[in-house]
């Protein structure tokens, strides 16, 4: 199983970014998939997740508005939009898939698999 994570990078604020997230090993359309993002020293955060099944997605309150995840079952991919990029979410982005209807979408344990992280950077 493996989960590749592109398209981190250095943004200036108020500029927009789009994770990409692969999934092979797995059969995607039973996992719930979810991004989380860490800074050093703290904990683990998860920001949306899009459900199995029916596709509903949730979202952190600080990424609400401005953050849009989705998925296409064809390519095994999860992408995150990412707008209006401020400072504060500099930090390492992260997918990860559960395999359950993401009702404890934000509690990393849960997660079965991750990818190796990418960087993202808002900064002028």
């Known amino acids: 199983v493996q989960l590749q994570a592109s398209g981190g990078g250095l943004v200036q604020p108020g500029g927009s970014l789009r994770l990409s997230c692969t999934a092979s090993?797995?059969?995607?359309?039973?996992?719930?998939m979810s991004w989380f993002r860490q800074v050093p020293g703290k904990e683990r955060e998860g920001i949306s997740c899009?459900?199995?099944?029916?596709?509903?997605?949730k979202y952190a309150d600080s990424v609400k508005g401005r953050f849009t995840i989705s998925r296409d079952s064809a390519k095994n991919t999860v992408y995150l939009q990412m707008n209006n990029l401020k400072p504060e979410d500099t930090a390492v982005y992260y997918c990860?898939?559960?395999?359950?209807?993401?009702?404890?979408?934000?509690?990393?344990?849960?997660?079965?698999?991750w990818g190796q992280g990418t960087q993202v950077t808002v900064s002028s």
């Open positions: 899009i459900t199995s099944g029916d596709g509903n997605t």
């Open positions: 090993g797995i059969t995607f359309r039973y996992y719930s």
């Open positions: 990860a898939a559960d395999y359950s209807d993401g009702a404890a979408w934000d509690r990393p344990l849960i997660y079965d698999y």
